[in-house]
């Protein structure tokens, strides 16, 4: 009867025993309890949002035939802007960016036929990533399609009809020096080999190519907004063999298009 009395007490505390031993610290039970852990959300150091900038441009174009300049234009245009959109894929890993820019596109005529009043489109698509160097500084790089538009008035002027298709890479250094004060150096280089809605006195299409390069400052206004204010310089190259586009009757003759774009961006970023 004591035996069955002692086998139900010891069956009555063993419960409690096993509590005390899993509570206790370790040099009391050898037993240690493991923490919780709790999930923290990293926030994504690609620049997530949308982008509107008025971008006021001061627009030269030089026309070359390979036997000298044949006509220059240097013009003054505030009717362009940018727009841009960019997104994170599979887990934010991974940088998607839809960017499209452009607006009027004058060339004077100094008293040359070649003048013309017309419009220019640029548009990128593009994927990519960014890293985290430091805590303030970041790397951002993407690469994807390129393509521009342009058309003229004329078909002969400073600025004719030609689109342009091809791919670009590009580098963006961004270093926050405050908390709401961030610096960002954009380079770019893209090859247009492919030409289409060209007009036909232009010629072949030889080689094309692209050079981008952006100064930034950007103030945060709130966790989600900022404004940006920059200076952008591009560069368009564009050659053409078999051209008549200047009146010679042959196509015989080269041609050397350029456009060089040095423009201010004043802009407001915010995150959805």
């Known amino acids: 009867m004591r035996s069955l009395v002692l086998l139900l007490a010891l069956c009555a505390a063993a419960p409690a025993l096993a509590e005390r ?3 206790e610290p370790a040099g009391r039970t050898g037993v240690i309890d493991e923490p919780a852990e709790t999930p923290i959300d990293v926030p994504t150091v690609i620049p997530v949002g949308f982008l509107l900038a008025w971008k006021p441009t001061f627009i030269s174009v030089r026309v070359d035939s390979g036997k000298g300049a044949e006509f220059g234009s240097d013009t003054f245009e505030a009717l362009r802007a940018l727009g841009r959109y960019t997104t994170t894929l599979f887990g934010d890993k991974l940088l998607a960016r839809a960017e499209i820019e452009g607006g009027q596109f004058r060339t004077d005529t100094q008293g040359s036929r070649l003048g ?8 990128r698509l593009l994927g990519g990533t960014a890293t985290r160097i430091t805590q303030g500084f970041t790397i951002v790089a993407s690469a994807g399609l390129l393509t521009r538009y342009q058309r003229g008035t004329e078909a002969s002027g400073g600025a004719p009809r030609v689109g342009l298709l091809g791919a670009t890479s ?4 961004e270093y926050r020096v405050a908390p ?3 610096f960002s150096l954009y380079l770019e280089g893209g090859l247009a080999p492919i030409a289409y809605s060209t007009q036909p006195q232009l010629g072949v299409l030889s080689d094309a190519s692209e050079l981008r390069l952006r100064l930034q400052f950007s103030l945060d206004l709130s966790p989600r ?23 010679n009757p042959n196509p015989d003759q080269a041609l050397l298009l350029e456009a060089r774009e040095h423009a201010i961006t004043l802009g407001l970023r915010w995150k959805p």
């Open 170 to 173: 590009n580098l963006e250094f």
């Open 225 to 247: 907004t900022a404004v940006d204010f920059g200076y952008d310089f591009t560069r368009w190259h564009a050659s053409f063999a078999g051209t008549t586009v200047l009146g």
């Open 116 to 123: 013309s009043n017309g419009f220019d489109i640029t548009a």
């Open 180 to 182: 709401a004060i961030t």
């Open 21 to 23: 031993a899993r509570t």
